[in-house]
């Protein structure tokens, strides 16, 4: 169990069946009146954010968070396939556990899962990939007048926008977090 007085950045506890990181918390000793613990605590499943404040002497379940190294293999319909690099072990995930990064992923591509328990809670890209640009149109010389970018498929199927200079057969390097395009390769 956790009292509040342990709480720190990034612990993971859980209230009422949910897990919550703490992402701020603030110690308050009021003049009058118990101590009470001001936190923002973000949803681990849902993404959302919470305030929330504790009486000082309240205490929580700790939820241990763990991160495992994985290998994206290859994709078969709705599913995609991974190989855990500690056991080789291979196992499936359905679209929708992936749909946000899905258009990032490329075959053996090393990636994290962060689970708690059993359940998988996020799977994590590198900051940063290398795709080559598969279509977009071509730039013309000094067209900047309605917008420096135009938009370009990558190797993975995904769709970004990128400059008016980058051409079919580009690779280039995409923050994976944005979706944007960051520098030519």
Do not use: C, W
């Not at 994985?70 to 599913?79: D, E, I, K, N, S």
């Not at 900047?144 to 200079?165: N, R, Y």
């Amino acid at each position: 169990m956790i009292s509040t007085n342990q709480f720190k950045t990034g612990l993971t506890i859980e209230i009422d069946g949910d897990l919550y990181a703490i992402s701020e918390f603030q110690h308050v000793k009021p003049g009058k009146g118990g101590a009470f613990v001001r936190t923002k605590l973000k949803n681990l499943r849902t993404k959302k954010m919470l305030d929330k404040t504790f009486r000082s002497e309240e205490k929580f379940e700790e939820a241990y968070i763990e991160e495992k190294k994985m290998q994206y293999l290859y994709r078969a319909g709705t599913t995609f396939h991974f190989m855990d690099h500690e056991t080789y072990e291979e196992f499936s995930l359905e679209q929708e556990k992936v749909s946000d990064i899905s258009g990032f992923l490329k075959e053996n591509m090393d990636i994290s899962i962060v689970f708690y328990k059993s359940e998988i809670l996020e799977v994590k890209l590198p900051m940063f990939i290398e795709a080559k640009i598969t279509e977009t149109e071509p730039g013309i010389k000094g067209d900047t007048a309605k917008s420096s970018f135009k938009p370009a498929t990558i190797e993975t199927g995904a769709t970004i926008q990128v400059p008016l200079f980058i051409d079919q057969n580009d690779t280039i390097k995409i923050d994976t977090r944005t979706g944007a395009y960051v520098e030519r390769v």
